[in-house]
């Protein structure tokens, strides 16, 4: 309803300035009679019409916000407003979540002695991968508000396109550019485990591609295993805690568990 409003006004202002003069309206539409008497916001007599409803100034300066945020003819450059208002807001998200991800991610695993990560050393993780999201949110987002901007109504489907492009490109980059930001690759060198693992991917209808191995070692006492790829053809990671506690049937197990995500 805004969206279409917005358009009809020319600019996030001329809605604003209309919707302080007359309240917030919402149109209810094919509502029951019986549902609408049970919210204070609505009035049964109401159907089928607009009716307002009072909010707090809290709220109004949120809607402001995100209205405004669509109508790129509010500033000078789209692109800058687009920029500051999803970094700030990704700032403050970040803040918000830090106390979870300090007791959870580094508290709680030092406290049963999973993790072989310094506080400095946590510190330095979280802060890149803060920053790699929001540079991907970023260039998610900029690229959502300017479909919007130049498709107006029909903006979402070109995004939808955009979303399933750009759900392809991360995966094909996470195992070549974002994982070796945190870990180093290393061939492995056992052959008779190589051997089974490829045997047994076939047999599934899978190609492998390599056999890697990650120095989970780095940061944690966790062993893992991880299947990356595209299609029928997968790149196998085995952590190094993986490769030195467990016997060649274990791991063939957990990359069974891990091809079955595919």
């Known amino acids: 309803y805004i969206y ?17 003069k007359k309240g917030f309206f919402v ?12 919210s204070r916001a609505f009035n049964s007599s109401a159907l089928g019409k607009i ?33 500051l208002y999803t970094t700030v807001l990704s700032v403050l998200v970040a803040a918000v979540k830090l106390p979870l991800q300090l007791g959870s991610g580094y508290l709680l695993e030092k406290r049963y002695g999973l993790s072989n990560l310094t506080f ?17 949110f970023l260039l998610l987002v900029e690229t959502g508000y300017f479909f919007l901007r130049f498709l107006g109504e029909n903006g979402w489907l070109a995004f939808a396109l ?23 690759y290393e061939p492995v060198k056992d052959e008779a485990l190589i051997d089974l693992l490829r045997g047994f991917a076939e047999k599934q209808g899978r190609s492998i591609d390599s ?7 780095k ?3 966790r062993a893992n295993a991880a299947v990356l790829g595209i299609g029928k053809k997968k790149r196998i990671i085995l952590g190094d805690t993986l490769l030195e506690r467990f016997t060649h049937d274990e791991i063939k197990v957990i990359f069974a568990h891990e091809l079955g995500h595919d």
């Open 219 to 221: 940061e944690s006492k």
């Open 4 to 20: 279409r409003q917005v358009a009809s006004r020319g600019t996030a202002e001329s809605f604003w300035q209309d919707t302080l």
């Open 51 to 83: 009716r307002p409803v009072e909010i707090s100034s809290e709220t109004q300066l949120s809607l402001y916000s995100s209205v405004a945020l669509y109508d790129g003819r509010q500033a000078s450059n789209p692109w800058l407003q687009v920029f």
């Open 162 to 184: 955009m979303w399933l492009f750009y759900q392809w490109i991360l995966l094909q980059l996470f195992p070549v550019w974002i994982v070796p930001l945190f870990f180093r």
């Open 211 to 217: 056999v890697r191995m990650l120095n989970l070692s």
């Open 120 to 136: 400095r050393g946590w510190c330095v993780r979280e802060a890149k991968k803060e920053f790699l999201s929001l540079l991907f």
């Open 27 to 38: 149109k209810v539409a094919r509502s029951s009679e019986k549902r609408l008497s049970a």
